[in-house]
């Protein structure tokens, strides 16, 4: 059974930083897109990262609101997928899902390109 499993989520200043860490069990991602979505309260789940799989070169993308703060990785040895976040701001509270194609390494910015979900991590930035 794959599961997904997000951790190091929290509560912290604006301007501060958190580290997300996604494991994967289940089966390796690590030749398959994974990305990190997020959902504010009372909005809509929305794109935040992504990483292509090892294949396509680990390529990375990111939401305009986002880049130059955060940066998604992974470490196939651990199955795992990160999200550095920096420069936290109040707007960046949202909780925070993970997810992983089930085939296909490319980049993908779509919830629907996604067939594996985590439960979320609630990152709330103070001002």
């Known amino acids: 059974q794959v599961q997904l499993v997000e951790s190091g989520g929290g509560l912290v200043q604006a301007g501060g930083s958190l580290r997300l860490s996604c494991a994967a069990s289940?089966?390796?991602?690590?030749?398959?897109?994974m990305g990190w979505f997020r959902q504010a309260p009372g909005k809509a789940r929305e794109f935040v990262a992504a990483?292509?799989?090892?294949?396509?070169?680990?390529?990375?993308y990111y939401t305009d609101s986002v880049k130059g703060r955060f940066t998604i990785s992974r470490d196939n040895t651990k199955n795992t997928v990160y999200l550095q976040m920096n420069s936290l701001k109040p707007e960046d509270t949202a909780i925070y899902y993970c997810?992983?194609?089930?085939?296909?390494?490319?980049?993908?910015?779509?919830?629907?390109?996604?067939?594996?979900w985590g439960q979320g991590t609630q990152v709330t930035v103070s001002s």
């Open positions: 990483i292509s799989g090892s294949w396509s070169g680990g390529k990375t």
């Open positions: 997810a992983a194609r089930g085939t296909g390494g490319a980049l993908y910015t779509t919830q629907a390109s996604y067939d594996y």
């Open positions: 289940g089966r390796s991602f690590s030749n398959n897109a």
